[in-house]
């Protein structure tokens, strides 16, 4: 990853070069359109040096922490540019997080400077973190006003912020959960990022021109990095979404002309089940990229036949591989697309092995090992957890089951980490474990995911309540969405006299799992 040749000698080497490029290249082109807002390309480079400027005014150097805690906007963008372009790291925050859990990260990656907004969704960010310890704190920036004025900054001092930022430098830390319940850092390089996302814009066949609507979200890898850069990277213009809502994202496809929708399946199948769908003109669509659950083959022909689609393609990444490994090819027959992940981008190398670490054959299931450029910095300020992630051949050990056919096309059969997903986003049960035990009438829990169908899985806890308590499942249910993001709250709760466990005491999951699937009554208490 620290080679020169990582990046080719003519392209951009830092995220503000990328956008210095788009600027050129395409001056009065739309950069982003949102909101009755228009940015040219030209237009949004003034608006990122207005902001670095004022990040220079408010004393922000090269290293320091600069997270984002807002919806997907303009302002989102420019502040993360301001931010990379004088050598600052952005740390994206998840908007569903409740306090507590925006506080760790905020306090793990020694943030400096918070970019929020007042409220989102009936939420007020800054009351929510009220309470947390935050020493390395020293400025809250209000995204939708002025955030300080950067006049008294000279052209000089900005030129030079910006030279000192490398191509090797730190460009984010995003933070992902883990199963020790406690999230990590994952570190990315400025020329990891535009590596990884050239190969995928190529892959895909993101061009110059397209109109691409980002509902995922700016704190994730597939609204930020296959998002916004990813438009950057190749001249297509940028229409943010901060929430889904199928009825105003279809209305939004034909008002403005969108030709390029990614999102993970349940987006797709919310806008099939809409009753818009068929009576509305989706022909502007042309491109669609999914994965991050499992993809029936209907729903691909669906998406292309019902919602117009010319391309459908399904992919697989995970944080710590700067969100790309594989893709599917344009050409793919839709069983393909549906029942693989693609294969690996090229300079990218993936092989399963078994639990001696031995290479399996085609077909055979084995862990799926990832190596090459896109592989992570490692996991901010945690050697022993980066040196469990990535061994001494540099190869990362992503915990996933996989089979690779003879043409190199990986298919995931199941999840060597305790991890489920729903509608898109990964859930840890120790994570979500861990936050349950803080209740004061829960004695044991275990958490696993359950099949869905609108978002693939959900959460359903077990409990072994404290001797005396009085509680239920809807009052446990109502704790878990003052104290946890949405999507991480068990749907369902179920109370047990005990947990299934082996004679050392580790929950046996799998019989829980099995109770479930089979539908045969838990032991109630």
């Known amino acids: 990853m620290q080679g020169s040749s990582l990046l080719e000698r003519d392209a951009p080497f830092n995220t503000w070069q990328v956008l210095a490029r788009a600027a050129r290249r395409y001056p009065q082109a739309a950069a982003i359109e949102h909101a009755q807002r228009r940015l040219s390309f030209l237009d949004l480079e003034g608006e990122c040096e207005r902001m670095s400027r004022a990040f220079l005014a408010l ?46 990260i905020l306090r793990r990656s020694g943030v400096r400077l ?15 973190i009220a309470g947390e310890s935050l020493p390395a704190l020293e ?50 390089s400025h020329a990891q990022n535009i590596w990884t996302f050239r190969a995928w814009c190529a892959a895909v066949g993101l061009r110059a021109g397209d109109r691409y609507l980002i509902v995922n ?71 669609a990229v999914t994965g991050a659950a499992s993809v029936p083959p209907i729903l691909i022909q669906r998406m292309r036949k019902t919602l117009g689609f010319q391309t459908v393609l399904t992919g697989y990444g995970l944080t710590e591989s700067t969100g790309v490994v594989t893709i599917c090819r344009h050409g793919d ?103 349950l035990s803080a209740h004061p009438a829960v004695a044991q829990v275990a958490v696993i995911g359950v099949p869905d169908v609108r978002l693939g899985e959900v959460a359903e806890a077990f409990i072994v309540p404290r001797a005396g308590a009085q509680t239920d499942a809807a009052s446990i249910i109502a704790w878990c969405r003052d104290n946890m993001a949405n999507y991480k709250v068990p749907r369902r709760v179920r109370f047990l006299s005990t947990l299934p466990s082996t004679a050392s005491g580790k929950v046996q999951k799998f019989e829980l799992r099995a109770q479930v699937n089979a539908a045969a009554p838990l032991p109630e208490v």
């Open 59 to 104: 004393g922000l150097r090269k290293g320091d922490r600069v997270a984002i805690w807002a919806p997907n906007s303009v302002e989102w963008i420019v502040a993360a540019i301001g931010v990379q372009a004088i050598g600052g790291v952005l740390v994206p925050v998840n908007t569903r997080l409740k306090g507590k859990e925006a506080g760790f």
């Open 333 to 435: 027959s839709d069983e393909k697309v549906a029942l693989t992940c693609g294969a690996p981008i090229p300079g990218i190398e993936v092989k399963c092995v078994d639990d001696h670490g031995q290479s399996v054959l085609a077909g055979e299931p084995g862990e799926v090992l990832v190596r090459g450029p896109n592989v992570m910095q490692g996991y901010f300020q945690d050697e022993r957890a980066t040196a469990e992630a990535i061994d001494t051949d540099g190869w990362l050990h992503t915990g996933d089951i996989g089979v690779l056919d003879a043409e190199g096309y990986l298919r995931i059969t199941d999840r060597k980490k305790d991890l489920f997903i729903v509608g898109g986003f990964n859930c840890y049960p120790a994570e979500i474990e861990k936050i």
């Open 139 to 188: 400025h809250i920036v209000d995204l939708m006003s002025d955030p300080a004025s950067g006049a008294s900054v000279t052209h000089q001092e900005l030129t030079r912020a910006r030279e000192y930022v490398g191509a090797h430098d730190l460009a984010d830390i995003l933070f992902t959960s883990g199963t020790t319940g406690e999230p990590k850092g994952v570190m990315s």
């Open 114 to 128: 918070l970019c929020t907004v007042q409220e989102f969704l009936g939420v007020r960010y800054r009351e929510l």
């Open 217 to 287: 979200p700016f704190f994730h890898t597939f609204g930020y990095k296959a998002g916004w850069l990813a438009c950057l990277l190749e001249g297509a213009t940028i229409l943010p979404e901060s929430v889904f809502d199928a009825s105003v994202v279809m209305r939004r496809i034909g008002a403005d002309r969108i030709s390029v929708l990614p999102g993970p399946p349940a987006l797709f199948q919310s806008m099939l089940a809409h009753e818009l769908c068929g009576r509305i003109d989706l022909s502007s669509l042309r491109l």
